[in-house]
């Protein structure tokens, strides 16, 4: 069978909506990779910047995602790993598909008001940095991960995103049953068999089995049980998979309108964009389908609920945490744009930079939370002066008159494997590295030599050739 999709995938999807047996097997076959990057407006300010950036991505043009305002498809992939626009948080590199969840929250929630979000799945962090350019400043995004390992990576993706109003957790979906109705909004991107990535990794085919498919589902099943009694009464709960599987996708909305008390919530959709409407057998609850066959896209399913009833959230007893001392936040005075409305705590010898609605959520999230990452760090706190962090530099807070050092692109590579670029600048001390202004990270330039302050674990590891 063409690019080996197991027959009993192919004869589980018979009949559904949308699915054509000739087309599904016949794009497969042709193993197509689409390339999609969805962009940073909390970087990218102006047109003249974004632009920038897509035409070192792609001197040929660009195309849009037509579902997402800041996704773009590229004819070609580049080399993100040589692309300093990548390191600065420009943009993430995005499925297409999945990119749909800003439809899906545009049309549940109110974003001009203040929101708790969770995004209980969320390593390696595509959904959550969408999520955050879409909350306003007074929102706060919970990001989770389980797994110790993909945790680390999602805080090194939402450090380089840049934003102060994220958090990241590393705890099982049960835990955050001890936040009884906390959350607004709820994304679910559920672990899955994978089938809608066949096309992108076909390295994923020889672990499909049926049964794999069922082990998904009770897993989806116990991760939505346990994260829902987190989700306020009149919240939205999100739930998406890359997975074709009925057992994976329909069959939950049913087992959900079945167990909890939810409201399905149709969304709009333009007919042009050859999404598919896909109705739930037993309840009638419509979720959608994308099919790489009809649009420009890997595999994916969405559905949205409201929860119609649920507990009170709890009223918790006010909770101190240590707020920089007036000595150590005049240390910071001279790195941080101190007019931005941000609040300064102290954590373990670290000064912590978040937005006020996060410092008043931050004690009560620790308490109940194992946090890896909140706000921004600033950095370490020494006797004379700050040491700064990276997250400060990937962040939009350094005040403006820092001394910044502008790198080509030899030398900004350099950097970034963590080698001395061997600049020339009359500047010494602390700088900001920056390509095209936007900061790559912190050096220390001495006399005779640079030291490099690039974190050794997010250095590019790749040999540079052609340069």
Not at 79 to 105: I, N, R
Request: some cysteine; hydrophobic content about 40%.
């Amino acid at each position: 069978m063409p690019n080996h999709i197991p027959p009993a995938l192919v004869a589980s999807l018979a009949g559904l909506p949308g699915f054509n047996k000739e087309t599904f097997l016949a794009v497969h076959a042709a193993a197509e990779k689409i390339t999609s990057v969805r962009l940073n407006p909390l970087k990218l300010a102006t047109a003249e910047k974004r632009s920038e950036v897509l035409i070192t991505l792609s001197p040929q043009g660009h195309s849009r995602v037509p579902w997402s305002t800041e996704g773009y498809y590229l004819p070609e992939r580049p080399s993100f790993t040589f692309d300093p626009f990548f390191h600065a948080g420009a943009y993430y590199v995005q499925e297409a598909s999945s990119m749909f969840l800003e439809q899906a929250v545009r049309a549940t929630v109110d974003l001009n008001a203040p929101l708790k979000v969770l995004d209980l799945c969320a390593a390696p962090g595509g959904k959550s940095t969408l999520l955050q350019s879409l909350l306003n400043e007074e929102s706060i995004l919970v990001s989770n991960e389980v797994i110790k390992p993909r945790a680390a990576l999602l805080a090194d993706n939402v450090s380089r995103w840049g934003a102060a109003n994220v958090v990241v957790s590393n705890n099982d979906p049960r835990d955050f049953s001890r936040l009884p109705g906390y959350f607004d909004l709820i994304v679910i991107d559920a672990p899955c068999s994978g089938s809608g990535l066949f096309r992108r990794d076909p390295e994923l085919i020889p672990e499909w089995s049926p049964e794999n498919v069922v082990l998904c589902s009770q897993r989806q099943q116990r991760i939505l049980a346990d994260a829902l009694p987190a989700l306020k009464e009149e919240g939205i709960l999100i739930y998406s998979t890359c997975s074709f599987s009925q057992e994976e996708d329909e069959m939950i909305l049913d087992w959900l309108a079945a167990h909890f008390e939810l409201e399905n919530i149709p969304l709009p959709v333009d007919e042009a964009w050859q999404i598919v409407p896909a109705v739930s057998p037993k309840s009638n609850c419509t979720g959608y389908r994308f099919y790489p066959d009809r649009l420009k896209g890997e595999g994916f399913f969405i559905a949205c609920f409201r929860k119609r009833s649920g507990e009170s959230p709890r009223k918790w007893k006010e909770q101190k945490v240590a707020a920089l001392a007036a000595k150590d936040k005049e240390k910071l005075s001279h790195w941080i744009d101190m007019s931005r409305d941000q609040q300064y705590l102290l954590h373990q010898d670290e000064a912590l930079i978040m937005p006020p609605a996060l410092y008043k959520e931050i004690a009560l999230l620790q308490q109940q939370l194992y946090i890896r990452k909140a706000g921004i760090k600033a950095g370490q706190l020494g006797a004379k002066e700050l040491i700064p962090d990276h997250q400060l530099a990937a962040s939009t807070l350094v005040a403006a008159n820092i001394p910044r050092v502008e790198l080509d692109l030899p030398e900004a590579l350099l950097y970034l494997r963590k080698e001395d670029p061997a600049i020339h600048t009359d500047i010494k001390g602390w700088a900001l590295i920056q390509y095209h202004q936007m900061p790559l990270g912190w050096a220390k330039i001495l006399p005779n030599r640079m030291n490099n302050y690039y974190p050794k674990e997010q250095r590019i590891l790749k040999e540079i050739t052609g340069l």
